[in-house]
């Protein structure tokens, strides 16, 4: 079993459609929380760290539940340029290696 | 430019020759990271540098596989006898403390494909 799961997707979703992330991950320990973008053939970039108590950004919203290990991303007005991988990323203990999950994949279409 | 540099971006080696894989991190980043990511996978940790001390490399898949950061700055990989499965891209990150995730920047990585 992964450390971090993911529905690996895609979600095929239209403009202007609400979808939701979910991602579960098994070491207790971890100390940091995070979701990642990819877009196809470039590098992960950072999207949103994940709080406790939840936090927004724009039409981003991520969710984090400690006692049952789970984290969440919701994506409001969904838009073209959201098309993308997102990866759910966990911090191990220590020097916070990155332990990342598989990814889901979105695609936004007309 | 500013960003983490890797060269070369894509290398095809044939069944059993070496590769070497080069990280240019953000000027003055004393973490690097390396990182492999197989064709439709997330990312998979491979070793951490701070400063040239090579500090977990647990993640190295084969005594085939070298990592080595000796001055504190450039990084190289180093892949030997390199066998099909190790076809995925190698993705190189800085930071400038010990890291952590929002002050991590990974270059574009080398993709290597063997064949």
């Known amino acids: 079993r992964k450390e971090v799961e993911q529905d690996p997707g895609p979600f095929n979703v239209p403009e202007g459609a609400t979808v939701a992330f979910n991602c579960t991950y098994s070491n207790s320990a971890s100390q940091s929380f995070f979701w990642y973008r990819q877009d196809c053939r470039k590098e992960p970039k950072l999207l949103m760290s994940?709080?406790?108590s939840g936090n927004e950004d724009g039409r981003f919203t991520a969710q984090l539940n400690r006692a049952s290990q789970y984290i969440s991303l919701l994506i409001r007005d969904s838009k073209l340029s959201d098309s993308a991988t997102y990866l759910c990323?966990?911090?191990?203990?220590?020097?916070?290696?990155?332990?990342f999950g598989t990814g889901t994949r979105l695609l936004v279409s007309p | 430019g500013a960003g983490v540099s890797q060269s070369p971006r894509y290398k095809v080696a044939k069944r059993g020759q070496d590769v070497a894989l080069r990280c240019d991190p953000i000027s003055g980043h004393v973490s690097l990271f390396w990182y492999q990511q197989a064709l439709g996978q997330g990312p998979e940790f491979l070793t951490y540098f701070q400063n040239e001390a090579q500090l977990d490399k647990s993640g190295l898949p084969s005594d085939r596989f070298f990592a080595e950061r000796p001055e504190g700055s450039v990084s190289t990989l180093k892949i030997q006898r390199t066998q099909q499965e190790d076809s995925a891209v190698y993705l190189c990150a800085s930071s400038s403390d010990r890291a952590s995730g929002n002050t991590i920047y990974f270059g574009e990585g080398s993709w290597l494909t063997v064949v």
């Open positions: 990323v966990v911090t191990d203990t220590g020097f916070q290696k990155l332990v």
């Open positions: 994940v709080y406790s």
